[in-house]
């Protein structure tokens, strides 16, 4: 009897989907909803903060006094109510100081053979550079040769006035970076010690960037010290919200610290426009903001050495203080979990529906 060999029939392959399968949709729309996201906020904060900055009050002065300065002053005024607030000082030594107190952006002061332009690009380059288009012109009709006097001039080194902006950008950048990083790395650990990896962390990124803003660029002019310490603890504020959201956001903390210290933070500081510049949306953060105090401060302490900045220290402080309540309710919130899903330790009612409700 002959045995005939049967060849197996091999599987039938499945053959490629034109359409891919549901699977596909539902993984790509959860992976780039955090992309699309940082593309929307990024552009809707930063067109928004900078694509049209307009004055709104912007103080200004006329140097004299008389009826004629008076009259001149109140002129101004009616011609732009909104966009600027004109006052007159007696003299050009009283407005060179309110410049160098930053109670003034620009003054102007017109003589028999010429007229002055008071600015301090110090405060903000971009703001001495609107009043000069603003008071250009009136000098052009009065037929008088223009002088620019700059009282408080940024540093040679620091031409456009913004080294202090963008080493605060570099702050910020490090600081929520560094704050994604340890929270995936201290979630286990205990509070104490969560707050003390923040602080080594948050001192090490200050100390990079004031070597690289002080010794290397020649920006901070002096006070390396004290700005060291103080962009420690603009870092710190930021590295401990971080740590302290990721139990409650997860993944989604990342966009949540994008939104916070770039697009609201970086567009509300004052570093590209000033307050009275921006659109009102970014000037109200501007009053409270960390980055905003933070730069006022280091401002005060290259630029106009003896200016008070404690408000701006107290803002600082407040922001690192909720970054320590967020880190102790993200480790009771971490707590309460692990406790309902351990089975051998009784949970209450309570904590149960804590966990169930977050």
């Not at 070597?211 to 920006?219: I, M, Q, S, T």
């Not at 139990?247 to 939104?259: D, H, S, V």
């Not at 000037?283 to 933070?294: E, I, K, M, R, V």
């Amino acid at each position: 009897m002959s045995t005939h060999r049967i060849a197996p029939v091999p599987p039938a392959l499945d053959r490629p989907r034109f359409w891919p399968a549901l699977g596909f949709w539902k993984s790509l729309g959860s992976h780039i909803l955090i992309p699309l996201f940082l593309a929307a906020g990024m552009a809707l904060a930063y067109l928004g903060a900078f694509h049209a900055p307009a004055p709104h009050d912007i103080p200004v002065a006329i140097v004299g006094e008389g009826p004629a300065a008076q009259v001149f002053a109140q002129t101004l005024n009616d011609k732009a109510p909104s966009e600027l607030d004109v006052t007159t000082v007696k003299t050009a030594a009283a407005a060179k100081q309110l410049l160098s107190d930053q109670k003034l952006a620009a003054a102007y002061e017109v003589q028999p053979t010429h007229a002055t332009i008071y600015v301090s690009t110090a405060s903000s380059e971009t703001e001495s550079s609107a009043a000069e288009k603003l008071f250009l012109p009136i000098a052009y009709q009065q037929h008088l040769p223009v002088t620019i006097d700059d009282v408080r001039p940024v540093p040679a080194d620091d031409g456009t006035g913004q080294g202090l902006f963008f080493l605060m950008v570099a702050l910020s950048v490090g600081g929520y970076s560094s704050a994604i990083a340890l929270a995936a790395v201290t979630a286990r650990l205990a509070v104490g010690w969560r707050i003390a990896v923040s602080a080594v962390t948050a001192l090490v990124v200050a100390g990079i960037g004031s070597v690289v803003a002080g010794p290397v660029f020649h920006v901070l002019n002096g006070n390396e010290w004290s700005i060291w310490l103080l962009a420690s603890l603009y870092t710190f504020g930021i590295i401990t919200i971080g740590v302290g959201l990721h139990p409650f956001l997860g993944r989604w903390t990342t966009p949540a610290l994008t939104l916070l210290f770039v697009m609201l933070n970086v567009t509300s500081c004052g570093g590209i426009f000033p307050q009275d510049l921006q659109p009102a949306f970014f000037a109200g953060l501007n009053t409270f903001w960390n980055g905003a105090a933070w730069l006022d401060a280091v401002r005060a302490l290259t630029y106009f050495p003896g200016q008070e900045f404690g408000f701006d220290g107290l803002r600082l402080a407040l922001w690192a203080t909720a970054g320590l309540g967020l880190i102790g309710l993200g480790h009771l919130l971490t707590v309460r979990r692990r406790r309902a899903a351990d089975d051998t330790v009784a949970a209450t009612a309570a904590e149960e529906a804590a966990v169930v409700a977050a």
